[in-house]
């Protein structure tokens, strides 16, 4: 079973310099949620590892990023898909911690406790720390330019344009079609 891993903010839903602080200002991006349905139901295990520094910096709680992510997962079920796991970073820059991105810690946890190899799986991302994330354990970068992408392809990176998407529903859709033509050449396992 392919895996892919996900940023949150500016993937998943709108993103904001203030922070998403409560379920009230989580907005899902157009087309999103139902990218996410889409990979599950095609059988990919579905990661979410999203550093959420708002809870270290007192500005948002663990409640309030829980709600959130219930909310994200009704969302998803009601497209008929399934997220395996979120994985949140909650510490703050200073904090030194193996978990917030670029460190791989939290790509790591998902794929122990959900029981697949990083080893080229998807990492799509909007920021470069996501990106780095990725290289770190031998993923796949891959950009949107919704939330930072685009100040972050501003900043120039060397991904291969086929690994650049305008979001999350582009980019599923790119994963799909690559992982079908991949199967009918006999190239996935």
């Not at 909310?71 to 399934?82: D, F, H, N, Q």
Request: with cysteine; glycine share 10%; hydrophobic share 40%.
């Amino acid at each position: 079973m392919p895996a892919v891993i996900l940023d949150r903010d500016g993937v998943i839903n709108e993103d904001s310099d203030a922070y998403i602080k409560t379920v009230g200002e989580w907005r899902p991006i157009a087309g999103s949620i139902r990218a996410i349905a889409r990979l599950s139901a095609a059988g990919w295990t579905i990661a979410i590892c999203t550093n959420q520094s708002g809870i270290a910096r007192g500005l948002t709680s663990v409640k309030d990023v829980d709600a959130m992510h219930a909310r994200l997962r009704s969302l998803v079920r009601a497209e008929g898909g399934e997220i395996h796991g979120i994985f949140v970073c909650p510490h703050g820059p200073d904090d030194l911690c193996s978990c917030r991105k670029p460190l791989p810690g939290l790509l790591e946890q998902a794929a122990r406790e959900l029981g697949f190899s990083l080893r080229g799986v998807p990492v799509i991302g909007d920021s470069a720390r996501d990106l780095e994330a990725a290289v770190r354990v031998d993923a796949r970068p891959v950009l949107v330019r919704t939330g930072k992408g685009t100040r972050t392809l501003a900043q120039g990176t060397n991904l291969p344009p086929g690994d650049i998407h305008d979001n999350l529903a582009a980019a599923v859709d790119a994963l799909l079609r690559e992982f079908s033509e991949n199967r009918i050449d006999g190239r996935h396992e």
